[in-house]
T-cell receptor, first 117, second 114 residues
């Protein structure tokens, strides 16, 4: 079974530019999550999509946005890049299962490493 | 605010030593608890999770964790570590029946010397 895939693996951008990161979930998974892993800040939740809808958003400015497509793949867009956006961006997917109270396992991809100069 | 605290940033052990990594959380409500591991050069993967039932949960590779509700803790244990356990370990929590975002601890880097 193929795991969560992300593209690109690495990106270098300059301040003020825009970037789009892509994620393909495990086949059959309908939920996609985005996390940021910045140096010294740990893993922080960015966004959760399920069945094409944004379900929850972390404490990030509006220039972080995304969407989920009908095939459940997802994009994360970051506008007006700032130096502190340099981080590893992780995507995870899960299969919503009734009755588990949110305890579904999130399966993580390898991440996209973004460097903003 | 919801938070997860991992007490040890870097733990160094010799092979066959016993391991306990601490995790405490601050959450207003019933929670699900997770331990994830990231081996060098690999993705984050689930070690174990607790969401109901027996508070002592067993995971992959001989790891276990105990949920102690009164202490808001979910410590990870292994009776005898191996060199291959060298990795970074993350405790994570989410609110049962709430938004499924995971709140992670800062991680503990574990180094096992052969």
């Amino acid at each position: 079974e193929a795991g969560v895939t992300q593209s690109p693996t690495h990106l270098i951008k300059t301040r003020g530019q825009q970037v789009t990161l892509r994620c393909s979930p495990i086949s059959g998974h309908t939920s996609v999550y985005w996390y940021q892993q910045a140096l010294g800040l740990g893993l922080q939740f960015l966004l959760w999509y399920d069945e094409g809808e944004e379900r929850n958003r972390g404490n990030f400015p509006p220039r972080f946005s995304g969407r989920q497509f009908p095939n459940y793949s997802s994009e994360l867009n970051v506008n007006a890049l700032e130096l502190e956006d340099s981080a590893l961006y992780l995507c995870a997917s899960s299969l919503r299962t009734a009755g588990t109270g949110g305890a579904e396992t999130q399966y993580f991809g390898p991440g996209t490493r973004l460097l903003v100069l | 605010a919801q938070s997860v605290s991992q007490h040890n940033h870097h733990v160094i052990l010799s092979e066959a030593a016993s391991l306990e990594l601490g995790c405490n959380y601050s959450y207003g409500g019933t929670v699900n608890l997770f331990w994830y591991v990231q081996y060098p050069g690999q993705h984050l993967q689930l070690l174990l999770k607790y969401f109901s039932g027996d508070p002592l949960v067993k995971g992959i590779k001989g790891f276990e964790a105990e949920f102690i509700k009164s202490k808001f803790s979910f410590n990870l244990r292994k009776p005898s570590v191996q060199w291959s356990d060298t990795a970074e370990y993350f405790c994570a929590v989410n609110l049962k029946w709430g938004a499924q975002k995971l709140v992670f601890g800062q991680g503990t880097r574990l180094t096992i010397n052969p």
